[in-house]
């Protein structure tokens, strides 16, 4: 793609690339319709994490139908879903950056509900890899269009709490998951076999799976119906002697922040896609609930928590910057993954089911403090034209390594090293000793290269 262009050499001097035409506009959108995209864009996030997590809820079920093992779900969570998902960012997020976001992200939720429901009727362990692929590539292209939306829609200083709000659709979205997936399993196996088309008679597990997408699907496209796309705006390079079209030439020229932060956060989504596959599985397995208790209690604290982390992360990034702590987005990132260690420790290896739900409470809220404020420092350390592929290039790293190694990283600990399913708790345990430290460290590390890079932007 023509911006994956780099120099020929160190010295050589690349010539000025026309930028898109972006319309200036003196003022900004009124709050009500700012936030209502934000509301739009939030619930599609919340819908596409209930679709890609759902399936962390069905793993037993899943694994009988189909006589496969941990590996193969890990591969079905993490490897299916994530490598297009990640491949398919980079020219999602070029086209975020040129044609209507809106009707891009339309185009992608209706693709992704299908797939979902399409997950429902897998007759093979190819069978449902593929419909997960449909789902990677569909979610793709909702965070890029997602960001350089809301970066258009609100300036710097106020971009951290819709930022939050949009990004604790992780936590919302995973918590709903559980709670309505579990309590839709219970229900579904209180009814009479409904048999559907073709298919047959499903499975309740499969029938979670048709259901959810469908239902997804149809909300989402109802509600981008409401609104409009905004026009783009960007800010003059205080830094730099002319824009560049190219995403890569840009990071590679601030590679101090930009290698430092996108390493850090690949290592945190190690640990966030590890608990977000296996954390049910370890109350199921080690403590003997069901599936209507994990959505409900575990779901619940995912809810609240989550969401609070996220939330508070966004907030406080905006009180911080106003009050002139520039690289505000990068201390709370780095913070909040690298307090997350203890809590995980003890949730692994305890033989109490209460004091492991309560430790996930601190554990949640910290691990998702910097799902909104690693998104900012990226935005903010972006000029306007390039913010949709900058976008893509941060779920590019937290995908690739995160969603595809991050699952198969635990199910590698209880089959490989461990070799007894019910280890699953310490194998998420030494998952997070493993990469919470020195994600943190990474993350800020990038703190004064941050505040270098976003200057005048």
Excluded at 130 to 136: E, M, N, P, S, T
Excluded at 270 to 292: D, Q
Excluded at 413 to 430: E, N, R, S, Y
Aim: aromatic share 10%.
């Amino acid at each position: 793609m023509a911006d994956l262009g780099v120099p020929n050499s160190d010295t050589e001097t690349p010539a000025p690339r026309a930028a898109p035409v972006f319309i200036a506009e003196e003022g900004w959108p009124s709050a009500g319709r700012a936030w209502w995209h934000v509301i739009v864009l939030t619930t599609a996030y919340v819908v596409s994490f209930v679709d890609r997590t759902i399936i962390s809820l069905l793993v037993e079920p899943i694994k009988a139908d189909l006589v496969i093992s941990d590996t193969e779900i890990a591969l079905l969570q993490g490897l299916a879903f994530g490598l297009c998902y990640a491949l398919m960012g980079f020219p999602l997020g070029w086209m975020a950056d040129r044609w209507s976001r809106r009707t891009l992200i339309g185009a992608g939720s209706t693709l992704w509900g299908v797939a979902t429901a399409w997950c429902g009727t897998a007759g093979s362990f190819v069978h449902l890899f593929l419909a997960r692929v449909g789902v990677g590539i569909g979610e793709a292209s909702l965070s890029p269009a997602a960001l350089s939306t809301i970066s258009d829609l609100f300036p710097r200083d106020k971009r951290g709490l819709p930022i939050g709000l949009y990004t604790m659709a992780v936590s919302l979205g995973s918590g709903l998951a559980l709670i309505l997936g579990g309590a839709a399993l219970v229900w579904i196996t209180t009814l009479p076999p409904i048999p559907l088309p073709y298919f047959g008679v499903l499975a309740p597990w499969r029938m979670a799976f048709v259901s959810v997408g469908l239902g997804g699907a149809v909300l989402l496209l109802l509600l981008l119906a409401t609104v409009r796309e905004p026009r783009r705006r960007t800010s003059p390079l205080a830094n730099h002697s002319a824009p560049s079209d190219s995403i890569l030439r840009y990071m590679l020229e601030h590679r101090r922040f930009f290698g430092r932060h996108y390493a850090g956060v690949a290592l945190y989504s190690i640990l966030v896609s590890g608990v977000l596959s296996w954390a049910p599985t370890l109350f199921i397995r080690r403590f003997g609930w069901n599936a209507g208790e994990v959505g409900l209690y575990y779901g619940m604290l995912f809810l609240v928590f989550g969401g609070l982390g996220t939330i508070l992360g966004g907030a406080l990034s905006g009180v911080l910057q106003r009050r002139g702590v520039k690289g505000a987005p990068v201390w709370i990132a780095g913070w909040g993954v690298a307090l997350v260690t203890p809590f995980m420790v003890v949730a692994g290896f305890t033989d109490n089911a209460s004091l492991a739900l309560w430790c996930f409470a601190p554990a949640l809220m910290f691990f998702t403090s910097p799902g909104a404020t690693a998104v900012q420092a990226i935005q903010d350390a972006t000029p306007g034209h390039l913010r949709g592929r900058s976008a893509a290039v941060y779920s590019f790293a937290v995908t690739i390594i995160g969603m595809t190694l991050g699952p198969l990283i635990v199910a590698f600990f209880t089959d490989a090293v461990f070799g007894d399913p019910m280890a699953i708790g310490k194998a998420l345990a030494l998952t997070a000793a493993l990469c919470a430290p020195l994600s943190g460290a990474l993350i800020l590390w990038g703190v004064r290269p941050f505040e270098q890079t976003s200057e005048g932007l």
